[in-house]
């Protein structure tokens, strides 16, 4: 085995190894306060609700696990089985971009395979268990099947135009790969509200009330340009509840779940918009916008590089192809998707530095247009409540899980805000 090729491994069994640790000091430390509701937290929940929500937490954290360490397997016997050489070295490309974008579409098709047992199990077994799960097989299958329609329409045109931009830039086709699938991107950002989130689900213009007229006079007074307010049928699949605004200039547009206005007050879903606007105000969506876009084309660059290094291929069983550029890239793109997770995993903590700043200053934004903290406080217990949220989540484990602070951390932070 290569040099790279045991790197690579060092850091797959690293990376589970680590999860297990976390995992385990997380449900060591829920366990801890598991008899009786902490202090801090007598007015979030009743003792049942709070022994519901730990032993929610407890189940899927050792849910987790398991497949935390079957997806540890499949992808160390992937990497390393000559299972994708096999397959690359099969398939007829003919020097055809088609088939080779068909390749990847099908191997990553391919790929998902086997994490849907784990997803339904998820959904109809643990969901299910505590109340969360009101989607029909049918329907969950319907989403799925959704899903690949998109991917093939949407995602298998733009792997065709990258690897055609290989034949017609040259060396430096990474940048104008790059480029496409930014624009890819922002282009589904712009439309997904008005032509992909209705395929999922139904959205309704907020029924005219006191509410609505709440939320609107929210908007104008913090400056957030908006058209119109949806209600989404998020109980039709789950009894978790969100808010959230996507789109751009016309169509932009915010959506409230239906669980969300069943669960809160007027106050409390007025702050929890507070908040939403809050990040567009902190201009947080671009500054996230802005370092994803970085990202693909860091992404681009580094695949470009691992494309002509030998070193690369040999360490997982291909060998460099001569004549057709792009049967050299192929891999490399495969290879790094497989990677990327591995790598990121090792980020995450710093990233989640960032964000939790982020919603701190969303939240700071919230008590000063509700001019009032409590509203936001009492809306942010609700949900934990709800939601059987761990609030004791071990510091490791959030730091590398957690991309929002917890209950504690956010109500001290409002507290102590001027």
């Given at each position: 085995m290569q040099l790279f090729a045991i790197i690579t491994l060092v850091l797959i069994l690293a990376r589970t190894v680590t999860e297990l640790w976390l995992s385990r000091l997380n449900r060591c430390h829920v366990r801890a306060h598991r008899n009786e509701v902490p202090p801090a937290f007598r007015g979030v929940m009743d003792e049942s609700t709070y022994r519901r929500s730990i032993d929610y937490t407890l189940l899927k954290n050792?849910?987790?696990?398991?497949?935390?360490?079957?997806?540890?397997?499949?992808?160390?016997?992937?990497?390393?089985?000559?299972?994708?050489?096999w397959a690359f070295g099969e398939f007829d490309f003919a020097t055809s971009t088609l088939?080779?974008?068909?390749?990847?579409?099908?191997?990553g098709i391919a790929l998902s395979i086997p994490g849907l047992p784990f997803a339904w199990y998820a959904q109809f077994k643990i969901e299910e268990r505590f109340g969360f799960?009101?989607?029909?097989?049918?329907?969950?299958?319907?989403?799925?099947?959704?899903?690949?329609?998109?991917?093939?329409?949407?995602?298998?045109?733009?792997?065709?135009?990258?690897?055609?931009?290989?034949?017609?830039t040259g060396a430096n086709w990474w940048?104008?790969?790059?480029?496409?699938?930014?624009?890819?991107?922002?282009?589904v950002l712009l439309f997904a509200p008005a032509i992909i989130?209705?395929?999922?689900?139904?959205?309704?213009?907020?029924?005219?009330?006191?509410?609505?007229?709440?939320?609107?006079?929210?908007?104008?007074?913090t400056g957030f340009p908006t058209r119109r307010i949806d209600v989404m049928d998020g109980s039709k699949r789950s009894r978790h509840s969100n808010a959230f605004f996507t789109g751009f200039g016309r169509f932009r547009k915010i959506v409230l779940f239906d669980t969300l206005i069943a669960q809160l007050t007027e106050p409390e879903v007025e702050s929890v918009l507070a908040h939403e606007i809050g990040h567009y105000k902190k201009r947080h969506i671009i500054k996230m916008l802005s370092v994803s876009i970085a990202?693909?084309?860091?992404?681009?660059?580094?695949i470009a590089w691992l494309a002509r290094q030998q070193w690369f291929y040999r360490a997982f069983g291909f060998e460099h192809q001569t004549g057709f550029a792009a049967a050299n890239v192929v891999p490399a793109i495969l290879l790094f998707a497989l990677l990327a997770e591995t790598i990121s995993f090792w980020v995450s903590p710093f990233i989640h530095i960032w964000s939790r700043r982020f919603e701190y200053e969303a939240d700071a934004f919230a008590r000063g247009a509700m001019g009032e903290k409590q509203s936001l406080i009492h809306a942010l217990r609700k949900l934990?409540?709800?939601?059987?949220?761990?609030?004791?989540?071990?510091?490791?484990?959030?730091?590398?899980?957690?991309?929002?602070?917890?209950?504690?951390?956010?109500?001290?932070?409002l507290q102590v805000a001027h």
């Open positions: 050792r849910f987790g696990n398991i497949v935390n360490v079957f997806d540890a397997v499949v992808l160390i016997a992937v990497l390393f089985s000559g299972l994708l050489p088939a080779m974008a068909g390749f990847l579409f099908v191997t799960n009101t989607t029909s097989m049918k329907m969950w299958i319907v989403d799925r099947l959704k899903g690949l329609l998109l991917a093939v329409l949407l995602g298998y045109p733009v792997l065709v135009l990258v690897l055609k931009l290989i034949e017609w940048l104008w790969a790059a480029a496409v699938v930014v624009a890819f991107q922002l282009l989130m209705p395929l999922f689900n139904k959205f309704t213009p907020l029924a005219k009330g006191a509410l609505r007229e709440r939320l609107f006079a929210l908007a104008r007074r990202g693909v084309f860091v992404a681009f660059a580094a934990s409540e709800k939601n059987l949220s761990n609030l004791t989540p071990h510091p490791f484990y959030s730091s590398f899980y957690y991309s929002h602070p917890t209950l504690l951390e956010r109500e001290h932070a």
